[in-house]
């Protein structure tokens, strides 16, 4: 079957993205530059968890409407849809994966095609591409229809998201707009509203730099009332009995591969401008650090007061609760800064949503409880809500697993 759409990417959104089209009879053909997601694919399976998506993924592969490679085909629809790292160690945004992946479809593309960007991106970037792809192929100049939407989807509800989320579409003129809306009328049910390139790219940075600037707030308060001696978790639900107070939870820190970067692309850019943007960065890293600086003072004082080191449980590793995806996770973080500066403690490392880990051996939460000392909870995952914890335990709670 001839493909109408190429997903570049076949991610956490592309993936997911790419069955959402074919389940709608859109034939996809999805590009990977790993071989062995081309192939999990192509099996009909999947290389990460999210609810629902292996079914979709599976039926869309048995009725012929997705497939998988490690090269693109010519279509008359392209989403990008791959990773806008840092460069280096610094936080200035690399667009190199985008400029990739639409290099790669550059002998593809010919007149009334649409190319559309997802991926994050700085200010600016989807008129670099345009820019970029008129440069090598000017005899398309003004034949193509090029836009930005961003994903706007949640970590464990993607596929309902992802259908029912509104949309903001950019193009780089009105007639892309219009064009890229048509697009995604075929599979989205929420609003699609139109707007320009720039501001579509605006707007996904400070939604997400919106979130973490109210984070940072939640977990300011939780470092102030730790010192003040309050109990944040009360402090919150009282305060938010106020009609027009919502304060959000505090946790370990912020993490993900949205919230915890795309702030950095907005400071990287307007750094004069970005004061509250920048110091919530700061916060929200800070409290990880401060995390893992509790947990070791917790193994210190229980080795002084029972004369002997204590087994620890380090309670999840995943950027948020009930998934498994650990990219810029502050639980990973914590427990890094922990072990780093082990002694003869033992620890037991939980992360119910994987099932194996490069570098620690994972244990079952039901053991860990049992077994450990002191007890760490750095990710809320509803598992550890279930969990019976033993008397006498010395529990750390970063996030509200307690918090009955």
Not at 7 to 36: C, E, F, M, R, W
Not at 145 to 156: F, K, T
Not at 314 to 328: H, Q, S, T, V
Request: with cysteine.
């Amino acid at each position: 079957m001839q493909p109408r759409v190429v997903t570049l990417g076949l991610g956490y959104i592309g993936l997911p993205t790419s069955a959402l089209i074919a389940a709608n009879n859109i034939a996809v053909h999805g590009v990977d530059i790993s071989q062995k997601v081309v192939d999990t694919i192509n099996a009909g399976k999947i290389h990460f968890v999210e609810p629902e998506l292996d079914g979709a993924v599976a039926s869309a592969v048995r009725a012929g409407l997705l497939r998988a490679d490690t090269r693109a085909v010519e279509a008359d629809t392209y989403l990008v849809v791959v990773p806008t790292p840092f460069k280096g160690g610094s936080h200035e945004p690399d667009i190199s994966y985008i400029q990739a992946a639409t290099e790669s479809i550059l002998p593809l593309l010919k007149a009334g095609d649409l190319y559309i960007i997802e991926s994050t991106s700085p200010v600016g970037t989807t008129e670099r591409m345009r820019d970029f792809i008129y440069a090598q192929r000017p005899e398309l100049m003004g034949a193509l229809y090029i836009a930005y939407c961003p994903e706007r989807v949640l970590p464990g509800n993607v596929m309902y998201e992802l259908v029912h989320n509104d949309r903001v579409i950019g193009g780089v003129d009105e007639e892309a707009t219009e064009k890229a809306c048509e697009f995604y009328s075929q599979f989205v049910k929420g609003e699609l509203h139109r707007t320009n390139a720039r501001t579509a790219e605006m707007c996904k940075l400070t939604e997400n730099s919106s979130r973490d600037v109210q984070i940072a707030f939640a977990n300011e308060l939780s470092l102030i009332c730790d010192k003040a001696g309050i109990d944040v978790w009360e402090l919150i639900r009282l305060a938010n009995k106020h009609p027009r107070v919502n304060i959000l939870q505090p946790g370990s820190g912020v993490g993900g591969h949205c919230i915890a970067v795309d702030p950095y692309f907005i400071t990287a850019e307007f750094p004069m401008e970005s004061q509250i943007i920048g110091k919530a960065r700061e916060i929200n890293n800070y409290k990880a650090f401060w995390c893992a600086e509790k947990v070791r003072h917790a193994i210190r004082e229980f080795s002084i007061n029972h004369g002997k080191a204590p087994s620890v449980a380090l309670m999840g590793l995943a950027f948020k609760p009930n998934i498994d995806d650990l990219r810029e996770s502050p639980a990973v973080y914590i427990a890094q800064k922990v072990l780093q500066a082990a002694g003869e403690e033992g620890y037991f490392i939980v992360e119910p949503n994987v099932h194996e880990h490069p570098y620690y051996k994972l244990t079952d939460a039901n053991t860990a409880v049992e077994q450990a000392d002191v007890i760490a909870f750095l990710v809320a995952h509803n598992e550890f809500k279930e969990l019976a914890i033993p008397a006498g335990k010395l529990v750390l709670d970063f996030c509200g697993v307690t918090n009955k």
